[in-house]
């Protein structure tokens, strides 16, 4: 049976205004247990958890830094009827772990590799790929 982004897509868990700091969305994704935030700013944006490493790397201070100076502004968005496989070999091509589901240029979903590999793998059912582990 054919798989599409729609059988796994999640919910959005977090959204950052671009002047949030970096420091309040650490806090935000991990309160949520996710590593992307969608950030509210004119052609939209997403914060991961690697940006915010990224930010750390090279010594900037968590608490003025904004979320708008390190997200990826105009992220990838595919359709919810597009097949999982075409989806999984845009993520490799493009080397990211996310993609935003839109249809109809409305924000439906988010798929991350966590949940592809979860239900690929046969560790998880079609959308009941638990959340990360604490700690």
Known sequence: MERFVRDVMADVKVRLDPSSTLRQAAVDLAAARTGLAIVDAGDGGVLTERDVLRAIAVGT???????????????????????????????????????????????????????????????????????????
Do not use: K, Q, Y
């Not at 109809?104 to 590799?113: A, H, P, Q, S």
């Open 61 to 135: 201070d968590l608490d003025t830094a904004t979320v708008g100076e390190f997200m990826t502004p105009r992220p990838i968005a595919v359709d919810p009827g597009l097949p999982l496989g075409e989806a999984c070999d845009l993520m490799i091509s493009r080397g990211v772990r996310h993609l935003l589901v839109s249809e109809g240029g409305t924000l439906v979903g988010v798929l991350n590799m966590r949940d592809v590999v979860g239900v690929l793998s046969g560790a998880a059912p079609l959308g009941a790929v638990p959340p990360a582990r604490e700690g």
